[in-house]
C-alpha cells in the first residue's frame, strides 16, 4: 500500500495545482470590476498598429471616486472628443476592458475635483 499512496499524492497535488491555476486565471479575467475616471487630452494619444480594430492608445491621468490618482493607458478604435469624461471599466490583470462618456453631473464630485471642471 506505501507504493501506491505516492503516484495518488501527486495526483492530488497536481489537482490543487490546477484548480489553484483555473482560479487565478478565472479572477484575473472575470474578477471583480473596479471603476476609474479619467478626462480626455488628445495631446496625450498616439496611433498604433491597428489590433483588433484598436488604432489609438491614451496614456492619461485617472482617479477613483476617492480622488486618488493614477495612471492609465487603454486603447480604442478612434480619437475620442477632447475634454471628454469617461468612466472607464477595469479588471484586474486586463485593466481597462470598457469606457463610456459621462457628463460633470454624473460625476462623483471629488472625481469632478480631481479632474477640473473644464
Same mark, same amino acid.
Given at each position: 500500500?506505501?507504493?501506491?499512496?505516492?503516484?495518488?499524492?501527486?495526483?492530488?497535488?497536481?489537482?490543487?495545482?490546477?484548480?489553484?491555476?483555473?482560479?487565478?486565471?478565472?479572477?484575473?479575467?472575470?474578477?471583480?470590476?473596479?471603476?476609474?475616471? +479619467? /478626462?480626455?487630452?488628445?495631446?496625450?494619444?498616439?496611433?498604433? @498598429?491597428? =489590433?483588433? %480594430?484598436?488604432?489609438? #492608445?491614451?496614456?492619461?491621468?485617472?482617479?477613483?471616486?476617492?480622488? +486618488? /490618482?493614477?495612471?492609465?493607458?487603454?486603447?480604442?478604435?478612434? @480619437?475620442? =472628443?477632447? %475634454?471628454?469624461?469617461? #468612466?472607464?471599466?477595469?479588471?484586474?490583470?486586463?485593466?481597462?476592458?470598457?469606457?463610456?462618456?459621462?457628463?460633470?453631473?454624473?460625476?462623483?464630485?471629488?472625481?469632478?475635483?480631481?479632474?477640473?471642471?473644464?
Amino acid at each position: 500500500m506505501h507504493g501506491r499512496s505516492k503516484p495518488l499524492i501527486a495526483l492530488v497535488i497536481a489537482a490543487v495545482i490546477v484548480a489553484a491555476l483555473a482560479s487565478a486565471a478565472g479572477w484575473a479575467f472575470y474578477g471583480e470590476s473596479g471603476r476609474i475616471y +479619467t /478626462r480626455i487630452d488628445n495631446a496625450q494619444v498616439s496611433p498604433i @498598429e491597428p =489590433r483588433a %480594430g484598436m488604432k489609438y #492608445e491614451y496614456q492619461l491621468e485617472a482617479v477613483d471616486t476617492n480622488g +486618488t /490618482r493614477s495612471e492609465v493607458s487603454f486603447q480604442t478604435e478612434r @480619437e475620442l =472628443r477632447d %475634454g471628454a469624461y469617461l #468612466e472607464l471599466e477595469t479588471k484586474p490583470l486586463r485593466g481597462v476592458v470598457a469606457w463610456e462618456e459621462r457628463t460633470p453631473e454624473e460625476l462623483p464630485s471629488a472625481v469632478l475635483d480631481a479632474l477640473g471642471k473644464g
